[in-house]
C-alpha cells in the first residue's frame, strides 16, 4: 500500500514538474516573439535558450517511464519547440555532390592574447579554405600568418597596426578593399574578390562581445543594454550595405549572438547561415573561462542567394577561444 501510495505522490510531483517547465518555455517563446531582445533579462534568456531546454533531457526518460498521459503530453511542448529549433542539426548530413564551382571559407577569432601560433597556423591549414576571415589580429598572428601562408595565399589585407582586428586572406586577388563605420571599434572590412572573373564582396566582422560575466552584477542590466544595442546598430550597418549589392556575397563573422538572437533573425533574413543545413550537432564554437566544453555557436559564414552550402563543420582547436568554422559553397549563379 505504501509503495503505492510513494508512487502516485512521485507521479504527481513528476507531472507538477513537467506542466510547470512546460508553462516556462511558453511563457520564454510568446515573450521573445513578442518582444524579442528589447528586455535585457529576455535578451540574455534568448541568447542562452539552448540551456532552457536542458529539463527536458532530464525530465525525458522518467516521464516515458511514467506512461502518465498528463506528463507526456505536457512535455510534448518544450520538445516540439526544441525540434523546431534546432532539430535540422541532430539529423547527420552526407555532404551534397554537386559540379558546380565551389569556393571553401572560414572564419575565424584567432584570439588577440593566442600564443600559440603553431597550433593557429595548423588550424587554419586544416580547413584548407579558399577565403579566411580573421577577427581578433594581433601582430604576432597576422605576421606568423602572412610568413607560414605567403605562397599559397598570395593575397591577404591585414591591419597589424590595430591590435584585435580584423582581416582576410585569399587564393584569389583581392581587387578592392574598403573599412566603413562600424562602432564602437570599427573591426570591420569589405573586400571585393575576382573568382575566376566572377566578383564576390566578403565582409568581415566582429561585432560586440557580451562579456557579461567578466564585470560585476551591479553593472549587467547596463552592459547588456549597451552591447545589445551596438551589435543591432552593427546589424543595422550591415544591412544597409548588404541591400545596395546585387553580386554574390559572403559574411565571415564573429557575430556574438545565438540563433535565437533577435540580430540573427534580422540577419538571416538578408543572407544564409551556412551551417543551419548542412551542419550537424551545436556547432558550438565560442569557449568560456572556467567551462572544458564549447558553449555557444556564435561564430557564422553567411552567404547570399546566389551560394548553396553543401558542407559545414566546426574546425579544429588553433590556441583560441575560438573555434573555426569551415564552409564549402556552390556558386548557384547571378540569376538567383
Given amino acids: 500500500m505504501n509503495k503505492i501510495v510513494n508512487r502516485e505522490s512521485s507521479y504527481q510531483i513528476l507531472v507538477i514538474g513537467v506542466q510547470i517547465y512546460s508553462i516556462f518555455i511558453i511563457i520564454w517563446l510568446t515573450l521573445r516573439h513578442f518582444f524579442a531582445d528589447a528586455f535585457w533579462p529576455l535578451a540574455i534568456l534568448n541568447t542562452s535558450a539552448m540551456y532552457c531546454f536542458a529539463p527536458l533531457i532530464l525530465l525525458l526518460v522518467p516521464v516515458i517511464f511514467s506512461r502518465h498521459k498528463l506528463a507526456i503530453g505536457s ?197 544564409n547561415d551556412s551551417y543551419k543545413k548542412p551542419g550537424w550537432g551545436t556547432g558550438h564554437t565560442l569557449y568560456t573561462r572556467g567551462i572544458p566544453f564549447r558553449v555557444q555557436r556564435v561564430d557564422y559564414v553567411w552567404h547570399s542567394d546566389h551560394f548553396i552550402a553543401l558542407r559545414s563543420f566546426v574546425g579544429q582547436d588553433g590556441g583560441s577561444d575560438h573555434r573555426p568554422v569551415v564552409s564549402t559553397l556552390s556558386f548557384r549563379g547571378n540569376d538567383e
Fill in 75 to 271: 512535455l510534448l511542448i518544450p520538445i516540439i519547440a526544441f525540434v523546431s529549433l534546432w532539430g535540422t542539426l541532430l539529423i547527420p548530413v552526407r555532404p551534397s555532390a554537386d559540379s558546380s564551382p565551389s569556393l571553401r571559407t572560414m572564419t575565424f577569432n584567432v584570439l588577440n592574447s593566442n600564443t600559440d601560433m603553431e597550433k593557429l597556423v595548423r588550424a587554419v591549414a586544416a580547413g584548407q579554405p579558399d577565403v579566411v576571415g580573421f577577427q581578433e589580429l594581433g601582430s604576432r598572428s597576422a605576421a606568423a600568418i602572412r610568413a607560414y601562408f605567403a605562397e599559397e595565399y598570395p593575397y591577404a589585407t591585414f591591419d597589424e597596426a590595430a591590435p584585435g582586428s580584423v582581416g582576410l586572406m585569399s587564393r584569389f586577388p583581392i581587387t578592392a578593399v574598403h573599412r566603413f563605420p562600424f562602432p564602437p571599434k570599427d573591426l570591420a572590412l569589405h573586400a571585393e574578390i575576382d573568382w575566376n572573373g566572377q566578383p564576390i564582396h566578403v565582409f568581415v566582422a566582429h561585432l560586440s562581445s557580451n562579456n557579461l560575466f567578466n564585470h560585476s552584477l551591479k553593472t549587467m542590466p547596463q552592459l547588456t543594454r549597451e552591447r545589445y544595442a551596438q551589435r543591432a546598430d552593427q546589424v543595422t550597418r550591415l544591412e544597409d550595405l548588404l541591400d545596395a549589392i546585387s553580386d554574390p556575397i559572403i559574411l565571415l563573422c564573429d557575430c556574438n549572438f545565438t540563433d535565437t538572437s533577435e540580430a540573427y533573425g534580422r540577419l538571416d533574413t538578408r543572407l
